[in-house]
């Protein structure tokens, strides 16, 4: 559940005396359950009429409790569910009427259990290229023009990895700001030579007899890949000249 602050001070960053949060103090409050959103997130999903802050006689955004748990649920299901932001805004919608909200099911079936029904939405683990165009909500052109820039891969069974989701919503949403995706190779590039550094340090762990030590390499990959890309984006900003709130 989101806490939300009932006070603070300062003009671009405070709640107001009547609860209303700006839209810094809801970066923070969202934050310590999605770390990598962003105020380029929030205002993308106020351009899709997922959110709707009041605005000040200046012009500032200014949003409620309802709004912040509104965002939280979008976050998570995008998250968890890569559901695409048409189909979150019927279930939101939904819930607002007070009707109830089945998501789809995630996880792979146990032994022994009988087979449920196809999910609505693509797995945690694999999904399948028309699960990975809803989610993205591109066609099968855009598609087919990020994987000959290595943008998306397929793996050889013909799906996808459920981290190529994000990818795709990423490079759509860059889309919207005129970067292309050709202009996206110099990143994926960048991203490999990063990847390959990670896998040079953890690549004893990998080989060890000890089946804990391997075990532990996995750990290890994730708590490299979170830090490169913290010093990925702390240089991006230092380059820019710009920080993030």
Do not use: C
């Amino acid at each position: 559940m989101l806490r939300t602050p009932s006070g603070g001070a300062g003009d671009g960053t405070a709640a107001t005396d009547s609860g209303l949060m700006s839209i810094g103090t809801v970066l923070n409050v969202l934050r310590e359950e999605f770390p990598e959103v962003t105020i380029s997130k929030i205002r993308f999903l106020e351009s899709e009429g997922l959110v709707e802050p009041r605005r000040t006689p200046s012009g500032y955004r200014k949003f409620s409790a309802e709004d912040v748990e509104r965002l939280g649920h979008v976050l998570r299901m995008q998250r968890d569910h890569y559901l695409p932001l048409k189909v979150i805004r019927e279930y939101l919608d939904a819930m607002e009427r007070g009707e109830p909200v089945q998501l789809p099911a995630l996880g792979r079936q146990r032994s022994g259990e009988p087979a449920a029904d196809p999910p609505e939405g693509p797995s945690r683990a694999r999904i399948g290229r028309a699960e990975l165009l809803a989610a993205a909500g591109i066609d099968e052109q855009e598609l087919k023009e990020w994987e000959s820039y290595g943008l998306v891969t397929p793996l050889e069974e013909g799906v996808y990895d459920a981290e190529a989701a994000t990818v795709a919503s990423l490079v759509a949403e860059l889309g919207r700001f005129g970067i292309e995706p050709r202009h996206l190779r110099m990143m994926k590039a960048a991203a490999e030579r990063e990847a390959g550094l990670i896998d040079q340090v953890v690549a004893p762990l990998k080989r060890h007899r000890n089946p804990q030590t391997r075990a532990h390499a996995q750990a290890r990959t994730k708590e490299l890949a979170a830090l490169t890309v913290k010093l990925h984006a702390a240089l991006v900003q230092t380059a820019l000249g710009v920080r993030l709130p």
